[in-house]
């Protein structure tokens, strides 16, 4: 039954009758029903973005459990890994002089430089060893351009490179895309970004993530976000 409120009786009303009433708001609240045209991003949960990885996200490994179980309900999943090859532009140790988290300029942009991780055919490179996503259907690598990084699981770091993932979701008439792993606010940001521009619905399972939050780039990540569209979800509002 609806909860409907006139305002006079409500301006009326004590304390503590808005608090019991508080309870009925919270459950008249829809959940988001899930279809088949809905598909599951989850983004690089790899080794050297969780604990004891050369690049570790904090708390990146209390998401795994929780992904596990947010996958049971999606009948479309995709998982990202980044796969960057030894020397790769995004490193640190490829520009003398550099350290970690400088800034610099590359002929596609601003780009942040990193500790070496990810390197394709390392341990670091793997999958977290506790995802069980038995029924993912794809395994999208990015960042294997050794001279363009690839944030997206969707475009290169160029805004022009493809990897194929929006043709793919598109051939399968996937037309909403939720967007959960490693790190809030860069590879999941830029994804659920890019899945708008595909002309998407992109919803972004906040508990089910986590940022690095260097220097508010988690804050900005999320008005970033929010200003194309995107939406900000818990794992809870899922049906």
Request: proline share 4%; net charge positive.
């Amino acid at each position: 039954m609806a909860v409907v409120l006139d305002r006079r009786r409500l301006l009326g009303m004590g304390a503590l009758a808005l608090a019991g009433l508080a309870p009925a708001l919270a459950r008249a609240q829809t959940k988001i029903a899930l279809a088949r045209t809905d598909a599951l991003i989850v983004v690089d949960v790899q080794r050297c973005f969780t604990k004891g990885g050369s690049l570790a996200v904090p708390d990146g490994d209390a998401i795994v459990p929780l992904i596990n179980d947010i996958a049971k309900k999606f009948a479309n999943v995709v998982l990202t890994q980044d796969w960057h090859t030894p020397g790769h532009v995004s490193f640190a140790s490829s520009h003398p002089g550099k350290k970690p988290f400088d800034v610099i300029d590359l002929p596609y942009g601003k780009q942040v430089l990193w500790p070496d991780h990810c390197v394709q055919g390392t341990d670091g490179a793997g999958l977290h060893p506790d995802l069980a996503i038995p029924h993912a259907q794809l395994v999208i690598r990015k960042g294997y351009n050794k001279d363009v990084d690839s944030y997206s699981a969707f475009l290169e770091a160029d805004s022009k490179t493809t990897t194929g993932l929006g043709g793919y979701l598109k051939a399968r008439a996937i037309n909403r895309v939720f967007v959960c792993g490693l790190a809030t606010d860069f590879c999941v940001a830029w994804t659920a970004q890019d899945a708008r521009k595909e002309g998407m619905e992109a919803l972004v399972i906040e508990d089910a993530s986590r940022g690095i939050d260097a220097q508010g780039s988690l804050a900005a990540a999320w008005t970033k976000m929010m200003s194309v569209g995107v939406k900000r979800i818990k794992s809870g509002d899922l049906a």
